[in-house]
């Protein structure tokens, strides 16, 4: 069962409707998922010791992208999902640390199926959005947003960006942002 007083991520499973949750302590992280009225642990293996501050399932279900904090610097870090059956609780593969220049990592979402958004730093400057390939080859900044806080994306769809001015920003490929509506924490459905 859940002990932590911090859970720090949450992601919904568009295939199964299975609702992953990370629940975080000082001596590490859980991962859980919600079925069915029941919470059912994920085996995590390693990535227990660590400090995971965002989870992230796949569209295709077959993939986890998480964040994981070591004092003031995150790492990205992909595993393949385990599976016995359909009705059984997957596990964590062999995690994945994917290799990028940047410093903290904000905001994660799967943006395509082998892309991922982020919202992160580099050497300490404000967060912006970045677009990241699963193997680290491609780390591309998103267009310019000095007052970015959080971040949204769905395949097929437009990177949403909640700012700090209390607007939700919209981009999609070759067009700068673009102020869409007020708010601060843009979703997609799922």
């Given at each position: 069962m859940p002990r932590g007083r911090n859970r720090t991520s949450s992601?919904?499973?568009?295939?199964?409707?299975?609702?992953w949750l990370v629940d975080t302590t000082s001596k590490g992280s859980s991962v859980w998922i919600y079925r069915d009225h029941k919470l059912l642990a994920v085996g995590i293996g390693a990535l227990g010791t660590q400090h995971i501050t965002a989870l992230r399932v796949s569209a295709d279900g077959a993939r986890v992208a998480l964040t994981v904090r070591t004092g003031t610097t995150s790492s990205l870090v992909i595993a393949r999902l385990q599976r016995t059956g359909s009705k059984a609780v997957p596990a964590l593969g062999a995690p994945l640390t994917i290799?990028?220049?940047?410093?903290?990592?904000?905001?994660?979402?799967?943006?395509?199926?082998?892309?991922?958004?982020?919202l992160a730093s580099r050497g300490g400057a404000p967060l912006q959005p970045y677009q990241v390939t699963t193997d680290g080859a491609a780390v591309d900044n998103v267009?310019?947003?000095p007052n970015a806080r959080s971040l949204a994306a769905e395949l097929g769809q437009p990177l949403l960006l909640g700012g700090t001015d209390g607007r939700v920003y919209s981009y999609e490929q070759g067009v700068r942002w673009q102020d869409l509506a007020a708010g601060e924490n843009p979703c997609y459905p799922g």
């Amino acid at each position: 069962m859940p002990r932590g007083r911090n859970r720090t991520s949450s992601s919904r499973e568009p295939r199964s409707r299975d609702l992953w949750l990370v629940d975080t302590t000082s001596k590490g992280s859980s991962v859980w998922i919600y079925r069915d009225h029941k919470l059912l642990a994920v085996g995590i293996g390693a990535l227990g010791t660590q400090h995971i501050t965002a989870l992230r399932v796949s569209a295709d279900g077959a993939r986890v992208a998480l964040t994981v904090r070591t004092g003031t610097t995150s790492s990205l870090v992909i595993a393949r999902l385990q599976r016995t059956g359909s009705k059984a609780v997957p596990a964590l593969g062999a995690p994945l640390t994917i290799r990028v220049d940047l410093d903290r990592i904000d905001g994660l979402a799967w943006s395509a199926n082998a892309t991922l958004a982020l919202l992160a730093s580099r050497g300490g400057a404000p967060l912006q959005p970045y677009q990241v390939t699963t193997d680290g080859a491609a780390v591309d900044n998103v267009g310019s947003s000095p007052n970015a806080r959080s971040l949204a994306a769905e395949l097929g769809q437009p990177l949403l960006l909640g700012g700090t001015d209390g607007r939700v920003y919209s981009y999609e490929q070759g067009v700068r942002w673009q102020d869409l509506a007020a708010g601060e924490n843009p979703c997609y459905p799922g």
